[in-house]
């Protein structure tokens, strides 16, 4: 019923750009709070950017500045658009949907809310 679908990945260099889109489809009973997480190889999947209904951001220390979460409420999608990429940045790159409990609101790239929905992924692979 409800979708997620990431797209906009690609092999790029250090230094180059990408931009991400999770297009949601199917009817969301809760939405407060969209984000990106990353999972590298043998590594955790770890929360890197998350947009909440009020606009508010919140972001990975390790991608201040180069990061940007952005979404089009009337498009139903979700962005992060990715610049001066470095080769620890290759992971495949999610968005996931969650509800924010009363008081809640994003922090250290993620939303802090209760996971709904997660898309399938889409890989980014950065090289030196």
């Known amino acids: 019923q409800v979708r997620l679908a990431e797209s906009g990945g690609g092999s790029v260099q250090a230094g180059g750009s990408l931009r991400l889109s999770c297009a949601a489809s199917?009817?969301?009973?809760?939405?407060?709070?969209m984000g990106w997480f990353r999972q590298a190889p043998g590594k955790e999947r770890e929360g890197v950017a998350a947009?909440?209904?009020?606009?508010?951001?919140s972001y990975l220390d390790s991608v201040k500045g180069r990061f940007t979460i952005s979404e089009d409420s009337a498009k139903n999608t979700l962005y992060l658009q990715m610049n001066d990429l470095k080769p620890e940045d290759s992971a495949i790159y999610y968005c996931?949907?969650?509800?924010?409990?009363?008081?809640?609101?994003?922090?250290?790239?993620?939303?802090?809310?209760?996971?709904?929905?997660w898309g399938q992924g889409t890989q980014v692979t950065v090289s030196s």
């Open positions: 996931v949907a969650e509800s924010l409990p009363f008081g809640a609101r994003p922090s250290g790239g993620v939303c802090n809310g209760i996971k709904q929905y």
């Open positions: 199917g009817h969301f009973r809760i939405t407060h709070c």
């Open positions: 947009i909440d209904d009020d606009g508010r951001t």
